[in-house]
T-cell receptor
Framework: NAGVTQTPKFQVLKTGQSMTLQCAQD?????MSWYRQDPGMGLRLIHY???????DQGEVPNGYNVSRSTTEDFPLRLLSAAPSQTSVYFC????????????FGSGTRLTVV | RKEVEQDPGPFNVPEGATVAFNCTYS??????FFWYRQDCRKEPKLLMS???SGNEDGRFTAQLNRASQYISLLIRDSKLSDSATYLC????????????FGQGTTLQVKP
């Protein structure tokens, strides 16, 4: 049981490049989310999903795109990378029941130069 | 008012001390709450769920005050390994999947 797997763990991009951060979970969780965390700051919600085919925007969605074609996968796409998107990105998943918390992946550390 | 507010600290306490953190939330419809622990540059890990008046797990006790809209986390007999940032997360009614984290409270336990 791998839990939540994020790839890559580290990435350096040039301004204007696009890329996809991968997130996969093997726990049959319906709910999945993407967060970013900047130094000295809390986690900010980018996009989230409550099931395959259903996504919605969080607090800071601009510059990011998501899709949820399967229960297992929830990729995050950076459309045109900017230095302001340098951050640590965490993916999380949950059954979504009232008592269930979210399980987080180990994060992707992204630097945009 | 922010959805979730926490005193960022840091709280510096000696080993063996008892320490408490508060977290206030703005959505009165929140039904469940979570405390997460995050070590430096690592992913958050679930410490405790709270969906009634409170919860206790070993040295950790969470208490919920719905009237005043805050939850607290009490850590007894602090260990060096308790040093981390503690994040408070309320879950809104209907569980929309939109989970908003507080900024966190940093705890440093000193020998």
């Amino acid at each position: 049981n791998a839990g939540v797997t994020q790839t890559p763990k580290f990435q350096v991009l040039k301004t204007g490049q696009s890329m996809t951060l991968q997130c996969a979970q093997d726990m049959n969780h319906e709910y999945m989310s993407w967060y970013r965390q900047d130094p000295g700051m809390g986690l900010r919600l980018i996009h989230y999903s409550v099931g395959a085919g259903i996504t919605d925007q969080g607090e800071v969605p601009n510059g990011y795109n998501v899709s949820r074609s399967t229960t297992e996968d929830f990729p995050l796409r950076l459309l045109s990378a900017a230095p302001s998107q340098t951050s640590v990105y965490f993916c999380a998943s949950s059954y979504g029941r009232r008592k269930d918390g979210y399980t987080f992946g180990s994060g992707t550390r992204l630097t945009v130069v | 008012r922010k959805e979730v507010e926490q005193d960022p600290g840091p709280f510096n306490v000696p080993e063996g001390a008892t320490v408490a953190f508060n977290c206030t939330y703005s959505n009165s419809a929140s039904q469940s709450f979570f405390w997460y622990r995050q070590d430096c540059r690592k992913e958050p890990k679930l410490l405790m769920s709270v969906y009634s008046s409170g919860n206790e797990d070993g040295r950790f006790t969470a208490q919920l005050n719905r009237a005043s809209q805050y939850i607290s986390l009490l850590i007894r007999d602090s260990k060096l390994s308790d040093s981390a940032t503690y994040l408070c997360v309320p879950l809104g009614s209907g569980n929309t999947g939109k989970l908003i984290f507080g900024q966190g409270t940093t705890l440093q336990v000193k020998p």
